[in-house]
């Protein structure tokens, strides 16, 4: 099956500076892909869409300013945290739509930020 | 919004006992999508279910799709360790374009 990759899988950082999370399509090519949060033992969030060539659409409570998105290609989308927080941590995970089966998203592994 | 309703929140069951997690949709969906998450990992997908009344079958899970359109329901037949995790329903509503996922059901089994 298709392959989304995550880096990094895990990453701490002081409160105030950004982290950048990448995320690839490694067999297929993704136009769109999405970035969800999850918090311990709860369910997926999802923050925003991403597309390729356009600006992300972000859900609702979702402030852009703070979590940018980039989509420059095909196969890689970025998830920035500016200026983080400790209420920023959370396990943020990217998925990938392929074109065919329709609609069939494909999950990279998460990446684990803790701010301290 | 679309709302996705998944209950129960946790089961617990011995092995070899059965297991069923149900998901009911606020809205019609074109489709409907079921992942596992392993604790610790990531979800991986299982299934996706677009037919009026579906029923699709895999080694011992068992996958619905309502009438409506409306609901869902996965079961587990005879469940073994390796079945642990959390089942996630995802309800994929057209005009939004986006998967909503329910709160998930996390199932643990005493061996």
């Known amino acids: 099956g298709a392959v989304v990759s995550q880096h990094p899988s895990r990453v701490i950082c002081k409160s105030g500076t950004s982290v950048k999370i990448e995320c690839r399509s490694l067999?297929?090519?993704?136009?769109?892909m999405f970035w969800y949060r999850q918090f311990p033992k709860q369910s997926l969030m999802l923050m925003a869409t991403s597309n390729e060539g356009s600006k992300a659409t972000y859900e609702q409570g979702v402030e852009k300013d703070k979590f940018l998105i980039n989509h420059a290609s095909l196969t890689l989308s970025t998830l920035t945290v500016t200026s983080a927080h400790p209420e920023d941590s959370s396990f943020y995970i990217c998925s990938a739509r392929d074109l065919a089966p329709a609609y069939e998203q494909y999950f990279g592994p998460g990446t684990r930020l803790t701010v301290t | 919004g679309q709302q996705v309703m998944q209950i129960p929140q946790y089961q617990h069951v011995q092995e070899g006992e059965d297991f069923t997690t149900y998901c009911n949709s606020s809205t019609t969906l074109s489709n409907i999508q079921w992942y596992k998450q392993r604790p610790g990992g990531h979800p991986v997908f299982l299934i996706q279910?677009?037919?009026?009344?579906e029923v699709k079958k895999q080694k011992r899970l068992t996958f619905q799709f309502g009438e409506a359109k409306k609901n869902s329901s996965l079961h587990i037949t005879a469940t073994q360790t390796t079945d642990v995790g959390t089942y996630f329903c995802?309800?994929?509503?057209?005009?939004?374009?986006?998967?909503?996922f329910g709160q998930g059901t996390r199932l643990t089994i005493n061996p």
């Open positions: 067999d297929f090519q993704a136009t769109t």
């Open positions: 995802a309800g994929w509503e057209r005009g939004a374009q986006k998967l909503v």
């Open positions: 279910l677009v037919k009026s009344g």
